[in-house]
């Protein structure tokens, strides 16, 4: 198996790097998903999540009303700190086992796990690579108020909240760039893909 971590900020366009690096072959594994399945009805982590902030983060049907929550971490800290503490290991062990699962079906396979906190939550799989995607400030603004009809203060203040963009630089093998057209995001991430090919062919002449 050969594990990519896919990482970069808000509408950064990790969503496009990763479907082009699907439609080439690979596993896409997305940690949001997993986020989401750890906090259904009956999970643990649910529990918890009650525990520490109170029943008023359900929903009638016993869901998680992730609004109700995000209104309450969004702008305290503490607050933020005391969900990830819940989240983020449930998020880990979970990723664990479904790339275990993914290898265990294709020995082979390419796998892209794709997290957009994997400098924040401080994920520590054994990847082959970390890729970074990369827009800048203005360009992930301009995309959220655009594509996702955000308040442009609203699209601001949710690209300010993560950390700047240079901490993901710091641990990244390699930064695609996606603040030009569509075309030159793909390009790159097409010359990704041969490299990553090269890479394994590489390691298997050498086993």
Same mark, same amino acid.
């Given at each position: @198996?050969?594990?990519?971590?896919?990482?970069?900020?808000?509408?950064?366009?990790?969503?496009?790097?990763?479907?082009?690096?699907?439609? /080439? &072959?690979?596993?896409?594994?997305?940690?949001?998903?997993?986020?989401?399945?750890? !906090?259904?009805?009956?999970?643990p982590?649910?529990?918890?999540?009650?525990?520490?902030?109170?029943?008023?983060?359900?929903?009638?049907? &016993?869901?998680?009303?992730?609004?109700?929550?995000?209104?309450? !971490?969004? /702008? =305290?800290?503490?607050?933020?700190?005391?969900?990830?503490?819940?989240?983020?290991? +449930?998020?880990?062990?979970?990723?664990?086992?479904v790339?275990?699962?993914?290898?265990?079906? =294709?020995? =082979?396979?390419v796998?892209?796990?794709d997290?957009p906190?994997?400098?924040?939550?401080?994920?520590? /799989?054994?990847f082959?690579?970390i !890729?970074?995607?990369?827009?800048?400030r203005?360009?992930?603004?301009?995309?959220?108020?655009?594509?996702?009809? @955000?308040d442009?203060? /609203?699209?601001?203040?949710?690209?300010?909240?993560?950390? =700047?963009?240079?901490?993901?630089?710091k641990? +990244?093998?390699?930064?695609?760039?996606?603040?030009?057209s569509l075309?030159?995001? @793909?390009?790159?991430?097409? +010359?990704?893909?041969?490299?990553?090919g090269?890479?394994?062919?590489?390691?298997?002449?050498g086993?």
């Amino acid at each position: @198996m050969y594990l990519i971590g896919l990482t970069g900020g808000i509408a950064s366009g990790k969503s496009t790097v990763a479907r082009r690096l699907y439609e /080439h &072959g690979a596993v896409h594994i997305d940690a949001d998903q997993l986020a989401r399945r750890v !906090v259904e009805p009956g999970k643990p982590a649910l529990q918890a999540i009650v525990d520490t902030f109170g029943p008023g983060v359900l929903r009638a049907d &016993g869901s998680l009303d992730r609004a109700k929550l995000g209104e309450l !971490v969004f /702008h =305290d800290d503490a607050a933020r700190a005391k969900l990830n503490a819940i989240v983020h290991p +449930a998020v880990r062990e979970l990723s664990k086992r479904v790339i275990a699962d993914a290898e265990r079906d =294709d020995p =082979d396979a390419v796998v892209v796990y794709d997290v957009p906190l994997l400098v924040e939550a401080s994920v520590d /799989h054994p990847f082959d690579l970390i !890729v970074v995607t990369s827009a800048g400030r203005k360009q992930q603004v301009k995309r959220l108020v655009e594509e996702r009809g @955000m308040d442009p203060i /609203h699209a601001e203040a949710r690209v300010d909240s993560q950390i =700047d963009d240079e901490e993901r630089r710091k641990i +990244a093998d390699v930064v695609i760039d996606t603040s030009g057209s569509l075309a030159h995001t @793909m390009s790159q991430t097409d +010359a990704l893909w041969a490299r990553i090919g090269d890479e394994r062919r590489a390691r298997l002449a050498g086993s």
